[in-house]
């Protein structure tokens, strides 16, 4: 007979003790007849048990794994017992081991981090590679990637040649996010149930560049400071970040508009602070109160002109009773008929301006008026102002009014 060939599957297809042939003899004397297998390599993986006198069964004695051996050339042996010692009729078997898709895939070793800069193009960032040991379609593998927080329109991963090659397809920023989970998927072809897969994790770090201004953090809109204050006195304090997190460039302070030489700040620490007595009631001030402009620039040896921001506080001068009540004019000289009834109003000669102003606020800017060393003969109206008011003089006592016994 010609070689016998036998096609079984690996594994647990054709699992041990399996009955894979059945051989039969022919002898003309009627002998019982002893099948065997030659002893050579792989030949362990058969069981032969002999059935009646000219039959045997054969069985597999142990799985098989195509990935050790994929083929296996034994020879079969038959001895009526009358040939000799060591002499046998012999019969060529050639099993072949057919696969099944019992591997999975495997990395080979590959960067696990990569480190990209922010303002990075689309383009390659890495190749990956699994090997897979079954043969044909099982053998064969694809790479994908697990969806990962939404983030598949950044990063994509393409099969060529047998290698996983991953590019950016996006545009990262880092102040978003600078860490990303990539998981590669690395698939066979199988078209049956098993599929088998392995996964390689790469973490993708995003290294910042300098794109972003400074962000103010720490600002007072809106603070209150005595006009009292000695100079020198801190009023508030700012403070700015780059905001380029992983650059962190060290910020300086300026007043950029509004100081009118009253505040400066220092460029390091972000404390604005007054250079100069305070007045609330000065014209240098908007009703007692400075809007002033800072800003904050990243010392920067990389971008210029360096990125900067600005923000503006303003300061309130809380008003003291500073202020001393002042007429307008600096004499007045007033007339009246020696007949004039009482409540008559004097006449003001000249260009006089009879106004009394006091340019302190609230309680600090009310002011009494009187008149004094006239023995009750004139009073003046209103008796009380604030901040500004202008007055009469009248004739309280006009039985007093002579003018042959007073005048002036």
Known sequence: QTEIVLRLKEGADTPAGSLIYRLRGVDPDGDTLTFGVREQIGHDILRIETIGVNEANVYLKKELDREVRDEYALVLTLTDGHLGDGNFITQSLLL?????????????PYQSSLMVLEDSGPGILTTVEATDSDEGPYGQVVYSLQ????????FSVSTINGKGVIRLVGRLDYEKKFLYQLRVLATDRSNNERINTATAAILVKVQDVEDQPPEFVVVSPVTRVSEDAPVGTSVLQVRAVDGDRGVN???LYSVTKGGEGVFDIDAHSGFLYTTTKLDRESTTNSNGAYIIEIMAQEESRAVYPAPSVRTEVTIILMDVNDETPTFRSKMYACEVNENAPANTPLTFLGHVVPQVYDFDQGNNGTFDMLIEDDEGIFEVTPRQGINE???????????????EKMSV
């Open 249 to 251: 460039n060290r910020i």
């Open 96 to 108: 072949l081991v057919e696969d099944v898709n019992d591997n999975e895939p495997i990395f080979k």
């Open 147 to 154: 969806e990962l927080d939404g983030e598949t329109d950044l």
């Open 389 to 403: 008011a202008s007055f009469l003089i009248r004739v309280k006592d006009s039985s007093r009014i002579d003018f």
